[in-house]
């Protein structure tokens, strides 16, 4: 039985497999709660290859410029995917986190008791691959919860 269902998003075609998974999970468990969250993140964040990168005093802003861009992109994602779930007529309540996508899907799963975390398998992209690796993998490892892998 599902009680909290967590699907994170992240833009890729993936993602929107698993809105269709949980659209179909809804269904024959109509008394789940259904979180959506979609983490804004910049190549920075999460990278054990660049502490202090951007305590630079002379990086211009850089650093909150990628911020407020991957938020900006984060947001966007979140609004795609809860317009999905209206159009299925399937309530969600969003999540806009920020971070390390892994980390923060994990922990705000295990703070809001998931009973199950549905994620898109994706791609880590070039700052992803370059500096954290998969998200998918990282929240496989590390959950407590049963994890659904969408391909």
Known sequence: MF????????????SL???????????????????LVSVATSPVDGCDL??????????FGLDTRMKDEAGSFAR???DRTIALFEQAG???????????????IVN???????DQIVIGLGHPGFWGGMFRGSVTK????????????IT
């Open 17 to 35: 497999k698993a809105v269709e998974y949980v659209v179909e999970l809804k269904r024959i468990h109509p008394e789940a709660e259904v979180r």
């Open 138 to 149: 990282e929240v496989v490892e590390q959950a407590t919860c049963p994890v659904t892998v």
């Open 90 to 104: 399937v309530d969600v309540s969003p999540v806009l986190l920020a971070g390390d996508p892994g980390t923060e």
């Open 50 to 59: 660049c502490p202090g990168l951007l305590d630079i005093p002379l990086n």
């Open 3 to 14: 009680n909290r269902v967590l699907i994170a998003t992240g833009g890729s075609d993936t």
């Open 76 to 78: 966007q994602e979140l």
């Open 108 to 114: 705000y799963a295990n703070r809001n008791g998931a």
